[in-house]
């Protein structure tokens, strides 16, 4: 149980257009998920943390305007690179926070999606 | 300020047992995770510590010492599988994560 997706698992667009990125729980459901960023041979950054039905809430440093997350649903939410630029390139990782009476706010982590801007 | 402390990498023997440390020092304590990443993937969980003491779970364990601000985890009959960085962080005071900057373990034959 508590499995994550995430789509894409890879993309490569063009400088100046936008992705968006699929993040679902898929047999549970996530009052709240976080999106992470990771650079190669650099730990997790959280870029923000989203509830269902309310804004996320940005890390210092994250441009809201710029990385657009919509947490529609208790399984659902999206993460739009808009305008990427190649230093956007990195690899993208959701999270949902699963309360449970043993493993408290555990993070179960989707695959990741490694963008690449050209 | 939040601070977590993780050797950058280290390398070990296959079949040989080795001791991943973690120290902290972070605003409000919940709970320590360690989380195992493999390269180009996303991190899985491997333990949670909220009381002091030993959580074996196979050949794996991880121990806590709260008032030492300490964590270590330990890997005994070493695989080559077990070549992987290794994630260590904090559920703060407002049920946050902070993330260590990951251990980077070699298995070597």
């Known amino acids: 149980g508590a499995v994550v997706s995430q789509h894409p698992s890879w993309v490569i667009c063009k400088s100046g257009t936008s992705v968006k990125i699929e993040c679902r729980s898929l047999?549970?459901?996530?009052?709240?998920m976080f999106w992470y960023r990771q650079f190669p041979k650099q730990s997790l950054m959280l870029m923000a943390t989203?509830?269902?039905?309310?804004?996320?809430?940005?890390e210092q440093g994250v441009e809201k305007d710029k990385f657009l997350i919509n947490h529609a649903s208790l399984t659902l939410s999206t993460l739009t690179v808009t305008s990427a630029h190649p230093e956007d390139s990195s690899f993208y990782i959701c999270?949902?926070?699963?309360?449970?009476?043993?493993?408290?706010?555990?993070?179960?982590f989707g695959p990741g999606t490694r963008l690449t801007v050209t | 300020g939040q601070n977590i402390d993780q050797p950058t990498e280290m390398t070990a023997t296959e079949g040989a047992i080795v001791q991943i440390n973690c120290t902290y020092q972070?605003?409000?304590?919940?709970?320590l995770f360690w989380y195992q990443q493999h390269a180009g993937e996303a991190p899985t969980f491997l333990s949670y510590?909220?009381l002091d003491g030993l959580e074996e779970k196979g050949r794996f364990s991880s121990f806590l010492s709260r008032s030492k601000g300490y964590s270590y985890l330990l890997l005994k009959e070493l695989q080559m599988k077990d070549s992987a960085s290794y994630l260590c962080?904090?559920?703060?005071?407002?049920?946050?994560?902070?993330w260590g900057a990951g251990t980077k373990l070699i298995i070597k034959p």
């Open positions: 999270s949902a926070r699963l309360a449970g009476p043993i493993f408290e706010y555990e993070q179960y």
């Open positions: 047999d549970f459901q996530a009052t709240t």
């Open positions: 989203s509830n269902e039905g309310s804004k996320a809430t940005y």
């Open positions: 972070t605003s409000g304590f919940n709970g």
């Open positions: 510590n909220v």
């Open positions: 962080a904090i559920l703060d005071s407002n049920y946050q994560l902070i």
